[in-house]
């Protein structure tokens, strides 16, 4: 090839490259490589009532935001397949945080601490202290609900991109619709604060459910799904679990087009899609994809399917209005 040849390739990569790097903030950031890595990091967030949650951020500083929520009885290290992998990393900045009453986060006892609007609280609280443009909002099965707190409690249109529900239950109000007899049969267990026996064996069976590939589930992460689940109090657990909320701003914000994506495992004992999806049919702009050989904590069955669930939704709205 002549110099000259080799000159104009040199140039029109250059304008190329120059024309990616100044892409409009509205086109899909992830079709970029990372320029601002961000280490691991945790802290105690504040909330509105003084309640300290426990977070982690982790990813591309510039990337797409996602918050990520996770479900009843669990703790942020659920989603450590999703927080580990280098491609989510390069291409999204991750927060992770527990809901209160679980994990590390302050367990009050006070139903007052478990209002609707003290969710909504918390979400703003991570937003800020994050400095979140436009995020998504991610949640695993009861973590999903705090979805309706974000809705009746900020503004319309609300300042998330979208939703991603895992396997998510829509709101407090319809969870014996919309859950398992298999995971029905557990909460009395759950709930019990007379025998520490059935308390303790309960959370060991909730643990034993997530998972479909049981085989394949690693010893320590079993543990540590046992843990947290006996780490939330049963007087905790039936306030998260019978807190009310009203869906009203959630189904309306859905019907003008606020985008959902429901990412399910085919083998799920939890959660029932079915009844899920008939619940959210006010949402006119939502997707659902059911995955193949996964169950309730589908993340940890096939992460790789997950991520490619999650960055297809991602590059698609993100910062997109509705």
Known sequence: MHFS???????ASTI???????????????LLPCLTPSK????????????????????CKTGIPVIFVTGFGSAYIAFDKLWNDPELRDKLYMVRFDPRGHGLTDKPVDPA???????????????????????FFSGWSLGASLAVDIAQYYGSPLPFSGFLSYAGLPYTGVLLNCTQ?????????????????TALQTRVDYAG????????????????????????????ASLTLFRTQDPTRFFEEGAKGWPVKFIFGDHDTSVNLTAVL?????FKNQET??????????????????????LSFVTKYYRKSY
């Open 181 to 197: 007899p298999t995971v029905q049969a557990l909460v009395p267990g759950l709930l019990n604060d007379t025998s520490a026996t």
């Open 40 to 59: 691991p990091q945790s802290q105690f967030v504040v909330s509105k009532d003084g309640l300290n949650l426990y977070s982690e951020s982790v990813g």
């Open 289 to 310: 994809v059911v995955l193949k050989d996964s169950g309730h904590i589908s993340f940890y069955d096939t992460p790789q399917l997950v991520k490619e669930a999650i």
């Open 16 to 30: 190329a490259a120059a024309s990616v790097l100044n892409q409009s903030p509205l086109e899909p950031r992830s």
């Open 5 to 11: 040849s080799l000159l104009i390739a040199l140039i």
């Open 209 to 236: 459910i997530l998972s479909i590939k049981k085989k394949q589930v690693r010893y320590e992460d079993l543990s540590a799904w046992t843990g947290t689940a006996t780490y939330l109090p049963p007087a905790v």
């Open 113 to 135: 601490a478990y209002e609707s609007e003290r969710y909504a609280d918390d979400v703003k609280a991570i937003v800020s202290t994050y400095a979140l443009d436009k995020p």
């Open 278 to 282: 008939d619940v959210m049919k006010p």
